[in-house]
Nanobody
Framework: QVQLVESGGGFVQAGGSLRLSCAASGSRFSINGMAWYRQATGLQRELVASITSGGTTNYGDSVKGRFTISRDNAKNTMYLQMNSLKPEDTAVYYC?????????WGQGTQVTVSS
């Protein structure tokens, strides 16, 4: 069993920055893929960014050039650096990992961007 703890959400003005963290803990697990998703009110959950165990990254079109995903394998932690935030980035952000063939989701952290 793997537990995920997210942190770093909050309230920011348009143009500002936030950094999200997702720390995984548990006993003897091997993380493969890691990703950030978000869900705005009334909309479907969408992929924001993903990163493989080898460091290959992928971004949603709406965040390319503004967000950066990274991971620290030694700490089993994933990050999302969000710059030039826009009001349309407002959502609950979730981390998701795949470990040993199972997927796990974080509890979500709210990001609110004011205009």
């Amino acid at each position: 069993q793997v537990q995920l703890v997210e942190s770093g959400g909050g309230f920011v003005q348009a143009g500002g920055s936030l950094r999200l963290s997702c720390a995984a803990s548990g006993s003897r697990f091997s993380i493969n893929g890691m990703a950030w998703y978000r869900q705005a009110t009334g909309l479907q959950r969408e992929l924001v960014a993903s990163i493989t165990s080898g460091g290959t990254t992928n971004y949603g079109d709406s965040v390319k050039g503004r967000f950066t995903i990274s991971r620290d394998n030694a700490k089993n932690t994933m990050y999302l650096q969000m710059n030039s935030l826009k009001p349309e980035d407002t959502a609950v952000y979730y981390c998701r990992i795949v470990a040993d063939g199972y997927q796990y989701w974080g509890q979500g952290t709210q990001v609110t961007v004011s205009s």
